[in-house]
């Protein structure tokens, strides 16, 4: 199916690795990228790190998003944990304030939020957590997006709880059959090839279809792209997709822009 309107936008997790700060890896996605979601004190990231890629962020003229995870550092967020939904609730609105405060000094502004690694994964399915994620991001402010998987019940609550929702789609990760993320427990869980990365983007940009690890195809209505920041070869993937896109007269776009 031909999509109307060709425009998406670019997203990348940043500030969760000091070390791809330190080497310039970090600000070297940026160039490829429309927005950045920033991990603010959960699974990564501290005050340093905040405003380092805010600063960057704004060098690059990059949309500004918050990117809580479960507070699980030694995990990095990616651990399936069994928390209240109020304590996930109040977790969420604390990360998201902290990134909000360093933005503020900053001169910047959070427009969107998107939950991170497991919080992610599990809200998929479960409405409680993604209830508990709007409400925490409420506690803050409902005048921000937020940004859930694709064709899931996780973005309908989001809708249901007040906000503007992205849809989001996956450059570098592989999908299930029923449109889902492929486990990372699986070896071809991430897709590493630069080119492979473009090719799977393009099919979403275009047609809204991903093929997924059985060989099916699977209709995906994305707004915008993720490519992660620590996936192997990350400039390199994100600098292939994003030229592949535009040369297929695709606009690559700010994530505002391309939910008009």
């Not at 921000?144 to 249901?160: I, K, Q, T």
């Not at 007040?162 to 071809?188: C, H, I, N, P, Q």
């Not at 994100?238 to 391309?258: D, F, K, N």
Request: hydrophobic share 45%; proline share 3%.
């Amino acid at each position: 199916m031909k999509r109307d309107q060709l425009t998406i936008d670019l997203n990348c997790d940043m500030g969760e690795l000091p070390e791809a700060i330190a080497d310039g890896t970090q600000e070297a996605l940026m160039r490829s990228i429309t927005s950045v979601n920033i991990a603010c004190g959960g699974h990564a990231g501290d005050e340093q790190t905040m405003n380092t890629t805010i600063e960057q962020a704004l060098r690059w003229k990059l949309a500004i998003g918050a990117h809580p995870g479960y507070p699980d550092r030694a995990n990095f967020g990616r651990l399936e944990l069994k928390l209240p939904a109020d304590e996930i609730a109040t977790s969420i609105f604390e990360q998201v304030r902290a990134l909000a405060e360093v933005a503020s000094r900053c001169g910047a502004r959070v427009v969107h939020v998107k939950p991170h690694g497991a919080l992610y994964n599990q809200a998929v399915r479960n409405r409680e957590l993604a209830e508990a994620i709007a409400k925490g991001v409420a506690r803050w402010s409902r005048d921000v997006v937020l940004v859930g998987l694709a064709g899931s019940p996780m973005l309908d609550v989001f809708r249901e709880a007040g906000f503007s929702v992205a849809a989001e789609a996956f450059a570098d990760r592989r999908y299930e059959a029923d449109g889902t993320l492929r486990s990372r427990k699986f070896e071809d869980a991430l897709i590493r090839n630069p080119e492979e990365a473009a090719w799977q983007a393009l099919g979403i940009a275009e047609r809204g279809v991903v093929i997924a690890s059985d060989g099916s195809e699977v209709s995906v209505d994305a707004q915008t792209l993720c490519i992660h920041a620590d996936t192997p070869g990350a400039p390199q993937i994100a600098a292939t997709v994003a030229r592949t896109l535009r040369e297929a007269g695709i606009t690559v776009c700010v994530l505002s822009q391309s939910l008009n």
